[in-house]
Structures are given as structure tokens and as C-alpha cells.
């Protein structure tokens, strides 16, 4: 069944829903439902609308809601990916994979070695995509939130941000350096890091660019509290090094 989120404010107590903007032309045009057929409408805050369409216009698209639910695809916990600027388009497909993992928000991070350098015009316009990827990516895996893509921050804004979390993560290819606990080997004690991740904590996870953190940057951020992890024996690039780490804490937090 086809899937489509709406403002809460579309939602009227009528027992009826409005669809407006891109969606209607989807509908009427690509798909070309007719009235009478069922659609799923979601209202962005975990509930689902089992709904009837009984109008279709060129502004909008009426439909009468048969049934409410509360929708079980999210996390048990808030799952921030502070994800620094990598090259080229990689940034969609990790938009895209992360809202399939679950995760809340993403903020992208203009760190020191990052390659990429947005002014204001281009900024605004990458938001806009990857908000669309984050949307488009929520529909097609069920969630019952859109997982916002927040404006670019510098890396220091992003520790901000980060400092009221519960739980910061850093997967970093230093980790092996920072991580001497005695007895015990680096990945033991990335291990019992997420192992003791409790379910309803708030989490951040930072992930570098294709050069990496700056030493500065990490010593910055492991002393507001972010734990630095290890990922393996194998350096990942920056598009996969979130997404096996956000894999992992979807395993572990999934009810």
C-alpha cells in the first residue's frame, strides 16, 4: 500500500485527511488511483492512517481515514548522526541509509579536513535535497517520522549540540591509541561501550570525513564525554563507517 505523510494540520477531526503539494500529482497522474482506493497517510509523530480516497483534484486530495494506529518502526531510542561533509553525492546515499536505520536527525558537519565547502546558496539547496532523500527514504521504510536533516554546523556547534545527549560515540581509526584499558583489547571494550547502551538513551555518533578527525578535534570532543570506538582491523570510508555503526545500535536497540 502506498504511503504518504502529511502535516498534522491536514488531519481534520471530521475523520479526514488532506493531501496537498508533490503528493497529489503522484497520486492522481503516476499512480493513478481513483476514488474509492486506500492509501496509508502518516502524521509525521508515530501514528498511521488507514484512509479511503473520495476526491481527486489538480490541488488536492481528499480521503476519508477508515482507521488510526500508532506505528512500531521506531527506535526505542534518539539516534543523532553528526555526519562530517564527505566529496561528491556520498551524502545522499548516507541521508538515505541512516533513515532506513532508524536514525532521528542528522546534522552535517563542516570538520577540518573535510574537502567540501558550501556558501549560503548552495547550503540551502543541499538541505532541501537531502531533507527530500530523508523523506522519500521514511515512506519507503515505514517509519512514522521524517528524520530531519538539520543545517550544516561547525565542528564545535556540533559538540554543542551533542553535550545534552545521553550517550557520543566516535568511531575513529586512532581508537586503538585512546582505548588501553588493561586486559582488555580495544574492540572488548568497544563492545561493552554498546553493550551497556540502555534503550531510551539519546545518542550521538560522530563520524569524520575521508581525511579523518583532527587530533584537536577529537580531544575537543572527548572531553565533553564522546567515547571513541573501533570499528575493526579494516579502515572504512566515511559513507560506510555511519551506517556500520548505526547498524550495530539498531541491532542492539531494537525491540
Same mark, same amino acid.
Given at each position: ?9 491536514? #488531519? ?16 492522481? %497522474? $503516476? ?29 488536492? $486530495? &481528499?480521503?476519508?481515514? &477508515? ?6 518502526? /521506531? &527506535? ?24 532506513? &536505520? ?43 517520522? *521524517?528524520?530531519? $536533516?538539520?543545517? $550544516? ?10 553535550? /545534552? ?22 574492540? %572488548? ?7 551497556? *547502551? ?8 560522530? #563520524? ?48
Amino acid at each position: 500500500m502506498n504511503n504518504f505523510f502529511v502535516d498534522i494540520s491536514q #488531519i481534520h477531526n471530521g475523520g479526514s485527511v488532506e493531501i496537498l503539494g508533490s503528493d497529489v500529482n503522484h497520486i492522481g %497522474q $503516476v499512480l493513478r488511483m481513483k476514488s474509492g482506493e486506500q492509501i496509508m497517510v502518516r502524521d509525521g509523530y508515530g501514528y498511521e492512517y488507514l484512509c479511503e480516497i473520495t476526491k481527486i483534484s489538480q490541488e488536492q $486530495v &481528499l480521503a476519508k481515514i &477508515l482507521e488510526m494506529r500508532e506505528i512500531a518502526a /521506531e &527506535l526505542p531510542s534518539e539516534v543523532w548522526l553528526f555526519q562530517s561533509l564527505p566529496k561528491g553525492d556520498k551524502m545522499e546515499l548516507i541521508v538515505q541509509k541512516a533513515v532506513e &536505520l532508524g536514525v532521528s536527525k542528522i546534522v552535517p558537519v563542516a570538520s577540518q579536513r573535510c574537502v567540501v565547502k558550501l556558501d549560503k546558496k548552495r547550503e540551502s539547496s543541499k538541505i532541501k535535497r537531502w531533507n527530500f532523500i530523508a523523506e522519500s527514504a521514511a515512506k519507503q521504510s515505514g517509519r512514522g517520522v *521524517i528524520p530531519e $536533516v538539520l543545517p $550544516v554546523a561547525r565542528f564545535s556547534q556540533a559538540l554543542s549540540i551533542a553535550e /545534552e545527549l545521553d550517550i557520543k560515540l566516535m568511531p575513529y581509526e586512532c581508537a586503538d591509541e585512546l582505548l588501553k584499558e588493561r586486559n582488555k583489547t580495544p574492540m %572488548q571494550q568497544t563492545k561493552e561501550i554498546l553493550s551497556s *547502551i540502555q534503550k531510551k538513551a539519546s545518542i550521538g555518533v560522530f #563520524i569524520g570525513p575521508e581525511g579523518g578527525f583532527e587530533k584537536a578535534e577529537v580531544d575537543a570532543a572527548t572531553a565533553i564525554g564522546v567515547k571513541p570506538l573501533t570499528l575493526g582491523k579494516r579502515i572504512l570510508r566515511t559513507e560506510t563507517a555511519g551506517l556500520c555503526i548505526l547498524s550495530v545500535l539498531m541491532f542492539h536497540l531494537e525491540e
